[in-house]
């Protein structure tokens, strides 16, 4: 299984950023992986573990903002679909010496 949080929290005032730094940092700490901003995954072994994740999360979300969880299958997680846009690099991947441009 794989725990999902996804989570939109204010950054207006300096309590507001504290609070955001200290709840990505206790994702990090806990073994979350970062998918996209605000988008964080684990792996959990069983429902049990699962259970334990949602309780550690409760006590860390912040007053303000708004915290998700979403717990899928290994399956359904293997099945995400990667959409990315074009590939704009300027490096010139070439085993020549000189390139002429």
Known sequence: MRIIVFFDLPTETAADRTAYRQFRTFLIKEGFIMMQK????????????????????????????????????????????YLVGENKSQVIDSVDKYILV
């Open 38 to 81: 605000s988008v964080y995954f684990k792996l959990a072994l069983n429902g049990s573990t699962v259970e334990l994740v949602k309780r550690h999360l409760a006590n860390q979300v912040p007053a303000k903002g708004t915290v998700q969880i979403m717990v899928i299958t290994e399956k359904q997680f293997a099945d995400i679909v």
